[in-house]
C-alpha cells in the first residue's frame, strides 16, 4: 500500500472522521428526502452564509454528475470547453462531459496542471465561424490533478482574461477542500 498521495479522484481515500462521525449522527430516524430536509436546509443556510444570499446550491450524486450538469448549463453542443490535458474532466470521467453536453473537449498541454492565458490563446479562434465549435468555457481544477493550486492572482488574472473573451470559467472542486486555508 501506498502513502503517495493521488490527486486523480477524492474516491481514492477514506472518509475524514468527523465525516464518518456526522453521517453516524444523522443515521437514525426518519426524515423526509429529496432536499425537504433538515440537513439540505442547514446546508443551504451554510452556503447562503459564506457566498451570499443570491447563492443557490444543486447537489447532485458525484462529481461527474456535478461538472455534466454545470458544462451542460453553460454550453450548447457547438461549443468548446477548453482544460488541461490532465484535467478530470478530460482523463478520468470516461468521456462524460463530451457526451451529455455534445461539446468537443480541447485540451492544452500544461507543465502544473494549471491554464493561462497564453496556454489557452491558441484555442480562441473560429468564434462566429459554423464549421468550428466555439470556444465558450475554460475549465479549470483547483487543486489540480498535479497537486498544484493556482493563487489568487492567477485566478483573477485568467477569469479576466476569460470574461474579455467572452466566455465562461467552470472550477471543478473536487479538491478545493484541499487548495482552502486552515
Known sequence: MSNKRGFASDNNSGVHPRLLQALQLANTGHTIGYGDDEYTSAAESLIKQ????????????NGTAANVLSLKALTNSFNSIICAETAHINVYECGAPEKFTGSKMLSVATNDGKLTPALIKKHLHGFGFEHHSQPKVVSITQTTEMGTVYTLQELKELTDFVHK??????????????????
Not at 459564506?50 to 450524486?61: D, L, M, N, Q, W
Open 50 to 61: 459564506h457566498f451570499g444570499e443570491k447563492a443557490h446550491s444543486f447537489f447532485v450524486y
Open 165 to 182: 473573451q467572452g466566455m465562461l470559467v467552470h472550477m471543478d472542486g473536487a479538491r478545493l477542500s484541499n487548495a482552502a486555508p486552515i
